[in-house]
């Protein structure tokens, strides 16, 4: 009999300490959904001067999710990427911007204008440039329809509105009559 207890024991604690396993991946599954993006973008310290250059070019809520996967794409086609935000954001506070009609004048023509730009076009478009190649990281969230959402839906293949893939039933709205 005792052999039936140790084994019942073995196996009340193998499934108490499973359930406290779960709970504690699933607690840690809810704390980790809740952590801010902030929080991911210290990882990258060249982000956070990358959006506070964006908050000055574009006068909108930018999305920081956004703006991490935009820096990263201009990462890697601008090795200077860090160099030149540092240099524009100095501008910036030379002429104690608020917007970006505060010190956009101040910029010099070439690579840094360019580059002012170039985030003013991604934030709007999605992308970083026109050709067919131009990696899209931002579709819903792009400023384009941002603006308009209150009257134009995004563009969408999805014949009954944007994320929709299916149709939707055809109902009448009042039964026809039989005459």
């Known amino acids: 009999m005792s052999r039936n207890n140790n084994e019942r024991e073995l196996q009340s604690l193998s499934r108490r300490k499973l359930l406290m396993a779960g709970a504690a991946l699933g607690a840690g599954g809810l704390l980790g959904v809740q952590l801010p993006v902030s929080a991911a973008l210290a990882a990258e310290p060249g982000v956070a001067p ?13 999305d920081e999710g956004v703006g991490q996967r935009m820096w990263q794409l ?10 030149q935000v540092a240099a524009v954001l100095k501008i910036a506070q030379a002429e104690n911007a608020k917007i970006v009609e505060d010190f956009f004048p101040a910029i ?7 580059l002012a730009y170039q985030i003013i ?59």
């Open 121 to 179: 076009f991604g934030w709007y478009a999605g992308c970083l440039n026109t050709s067919k190649t131009a990696e899209s990281f931002a579709f819903a969230q792009a400023l384009t329809f941002q603006n308009t959402a209150d009257v134009i839906t995004i563009p969408s293949y999805g014949l009954t509105g944007p994320n929709e893939w299916a149709d939707r039933p055809n109902v009448p709205v009042l039964p026809l009559r039989d005459f």
């Open 50 to 62: 990358f959006m506070e250059l964006s908050r000055l070019l574009v006068n909108h809520q930018l």
């Open 74 to 83: 201009l990462q890697q086609e601008n090795a200077q990427l860090d160099s």
């Open 108 to 114: 010099t023509e070439g690579e840094l204008q360019d």
